[in-house]
């Protein structure tokens, strides 16, 4: 992990351009190669970012970050008041609830329930930035990563998004693309999915467990 507290301004170009003018920023970047610039609030959601794969290219007064579609993130700097880098060690992920773990564990003896056809090939599927939950053979026999959630928000979409930009780089799984899976997932998750080619399933708990019904009920 890498921090620097500076001025700075910050231009993206790409789909739509942004600018952000002159001011103290806190910018991060990540052992995984995500690039992130903060301000003083907003919470955790960062100004602009820059996601991996991507190459970050230092100047002296100047990053110039692109990822492969050709967008960049350009940040120049003045005044750099504080800066450190700290190597964090492996992480072991966040630890899911007990939803969570059930819903994956009951997904991966059914795949067939996400999408007609689907078979597991394994579960907790490793990667260089964490495990995606299931990984699957669709009736095809194309690669499908398959994240679970029990609630369906941006946060757990982004996830997979890394998750399938490192699968997608292994020649013995490409293509591989993408299901997110939740008990519910809100309508930004959706659009935001549905623009990085993923498709979204609901799943009810309950039904599931057969506390209601043999029936399955997707979304």
């Given at each position: 992990m890498r921090i620097r507290i500076a001025e700075c301004t910050v231009r993206y170009e790409g789909r739509l351009d942004a600018f952000l003018p002159w001011a103290t920023r806190l910018?991060?970047?990540?052992?995984?190669?995500?690039?992130?610039?903060h301000a003083d609030g907003g919470a955790y959601k960062p100004l602009n970012w820059m996601n991996s794969p991507n190459t970050l290219t230092e100047g002296e007064d100047t990053w110039t970050v692109v990822n492969?579609?050709?967008e960049k993130l350009i940040i120049e700097f003045g005044d750099v008041h504080f800066e450190t880098s700290r190597d964090l060690g492996e992480d072991p992920g966040l630890v899911k609830d007990g939803v969570e773990l059930e819903l994956q564990r009951r997904l991966s003896e059914a795949p067939d329930v996400i999408e007609e056809g689907l078979s597991l090939v394994r579960r907790e599927y490793p990667t260089p930035i964490g495990?995606?939950?299931?990984?699957?053979?669709?009736?095809?026999?194309?690669?499908?990563?398959?994240?679970?959630?029990?609630?369906?928000?941006i946060d757990g979409v982004e996830q997979l998004t890394r998750y399938l930009d490192f699968?997608?780089?292994?020649s013995r799984l490409a293509p591989v693309r993408g299901i997110f899976v939740a008990q519910a997932i809100k309508p930004q998750a959706k659009l935001l999915a549905a623009d990085r080619g993923m498709a979204c399933v609901e799943i009810d708990y309950d039904e599931l467990r057969g506390a209601d019904s043999d029936l399955l009920r997707l979304f």
């Amino acid at each position: 992990m890498r921090i620097r507290i500076a001025e700075c301004t910050v231009r993206y170009e790409g789909r739509l351009d942004a600018f952000l003018p002159w001011a103290t920023r806190l910018i991060m970047v990540k052992a995984d190669g995500c690039v992130a610039v903060h301000a003083d609030g907003g919470a955790y959601k960062p100004l602009n970012w820059m996601n991996s794969p991507n190459t970050l290219t230092e100047g002296e007064d100047t990053w110039t970050v692109v990822n492969p579609k050709g967008e960049k993130l350009i940040i120049e700097f003045g005044d750099v008041h504080f800066e450190t880098s700290r190597d964090l060690g492996e992480d072991p992920g966040l630890v899911k609830d007990g939803v969570e773990l059930e819903l994956q564990r009951r997904l991966s003896e059914a795949p067939d329930v996400i999408e007609e056809g689907l078979s597991l090939v394994r579960r907790e599927y490793p990667t260089p930035i964490g495990p995606v939950d299931l990984l699957c053979r669709d009736a095809a026999g194309e690669s499908v990563a398959v994240e679970i959630k029990r609630r369906g928000e941006i946060d757990g979409v982004e996830q997979l998004t890394r998750y399938l930009d490192f699968l997608n780089r292994d020649s013995r799984l490409a293509p591989v693309r993408g299901i997110f899976v939740a008990q519910a997932i809100k309508p930004q998750a959706k659009l935001l999915a549905a623009d990085r080619g993923m498709a979204c399933v609901e799943i009810d708990y309950d039904e599931l467990r057969g506390a209601d019904s043999d029936l399955l009920r997707l979304f």
